[in-house]
């Protein structure tokens, strides 16, 4: 990837993807997953972690500001967000 398209990817290397379905969320799931995935790049010493968002997805935008992600840049189509690691 291009760091002058994205220039956070220098400070949040790592990228998150996550999809449960309906049934197994709000149940804690998605917390255990991104917390043993931090706790991993952390000890792994990366330096911070991204994730995109569409911008109608508004509980999720909710979800992983509570979770300690913030707006890194807004698109068109939503938000990358980040978080630091260690």
Known sequence: ????????LADYPAHLHIDLLPNIQRKGIGRILINTLFDELTQKKVSGLYLNVGSSNTGAIIYYKKMGFSIIKEQEWGLTMGKKCG
């Open 1 to 8: 990837m291009d760091l002058t398209d994205q220039p956070w």
